[in-house]
């Protein structure tokens, strides 16, 4: 099934020549200015880190409830452990989303700034193959965010300060069977994401679904050696809009396949929270008024926390 998402080679931008690299920054900039989803290729994940990390993350969630539940941390706003079934509810809807998830979080925090990761006493595996994913998936954000910087005629460099060592997520995601008196929710209700970008491990088959700017929904379905790439809501901010963030939502199954599990593995590259986000210059003019209010990077996802009910 051909996917409506662009596709492209992160190796062409890092190990190519330079007319390769300007062929990846123009099909990036435009996928991310006109859908603001890409599928890409040529990432830091082997096939070896993802099949053990899907086996440990099924293992995780097929443990009891009783034993999840030690690592559901009250007062943390789902920022590290587990958030069990029906917690997450979507900006603007009234009914809780169909999954439960983990959060693993930045593992390079010298000066003690963020939570401390959880450590799953009962699965080894799990805590050893989230932080090898985590950063495999932090050093292919970083250099996407390089083309993207190029595309925005900005340095090169110009996000490394704010996302090495930044508040990224990575989030393992179970959607259970869908039951027949949750047939009234779906699996993730339609919603931008937070942060940068977003790379997303198991768009492989239908499911994930985007909204082009005509409002027709669309399946965004990856090859199995693409990550989807898209936009969030603090990059779109930046760019006053000129890089889209992109609504999107996870459709329950076919009836063939309700009761099947999903599972997909997002990581939510998020910067410092001192980044500044207001809009930049260079996407502000007469043509393309300036949008948003400035805030930081943490202002503004404490204001999208409370939105999601995770922050009180």
């Excluded at 123009?26 to 006109?34: K, N, P, T, Y």
């Excluded at 985590?134 to 996302?163: C, M, S």
């Excluded at 790439?229 to 992109?246: A, E, P, Q, Y």
């Excluded at 929270?273 to 202002?299: I, W, Y």
Aim: glycine letters at 8%; one cysteine or more.
């Amino acid at each position: 099934m051909k996917s409506a998402i662009p596709s492209v080679n992160l190796s062409h931008y890092i190990n190519g020549s330079r007319n390769e690299q300007l062929t990846f920054i123009d099909a990036v900039g435009s996928a991310f200015s006109e859908i603001g989803f890409v599928a890409l290729k040529g990432h830091f994940l082997d096939d070896t880190l993802t099949k053990h990390l899907y086996a440990s993350v099924k293992d995780f969630f097929a443990l009891p409830e009783a034993t999840k539940l030690k690592y559901e941390i009250e007062g943390m706003a789902g920022q590290r452990g587990y958030t069990s079934f029906g917690r997450e509810t979507a900006k603007g809807s009234k009914i809780a989303d169909l999954k439960e998830f983990w959060h693993f979080g930045q593992y390079h925090d010298p000066n003690g700034i963020y939570p401390p990761n959880c450590t799953v006493s009962e699965l080894d595996s799990f805590n050893i193959y989230g932080e090898k994913a985590f950063k495999a998936l932090e050093n292919t954000g970083l250099h996407l965010l390089r083309a993207i910087a190029e595309h925005l005629d900005l340095p090169a460099n110009y996000f490394d300060q704010w996302v090495i060592g930044g508040n990224s997520i990575l989030r393992p995601i179970h959607y259970p069977p869908v039951k027949p008196e949750d047939r009234k929710a779906i699996r993730a209700a339609a919603h931008g994401d937070i942060n940068l970008i977003t790379l997303l491990m198991g768009a492989h088959g239908k499911g994930l679904q985007v909204q082009r700017l005509d409002g027709v929904y669309v399946d965004a379905i990856a090859e199995p050696d693409e990550l989807m790439i898209n936009v969030g809501d603090m990059l779109s901010r930046l760019t006053n809009n000129r890089l889209k963030s992109t609504i999107h939502r996870v459709v329950n199954p076919d009836e063939d396949i309700v009761n099947e599990s999903r599972y997909s593995i997002p990581f939510f590259m998020h910067p410092k929270r001192e980044m500044p986000l207001n809009c930049l210059e260079s996407c502000v003019s007469d043509h393309l008024p300036k949008q948003f209010e400035d805030c930081t990077a943490g202002e503004y996802l404490d204001e999208r926390l409370r939105e999601l009910g995770l922050l009180k």
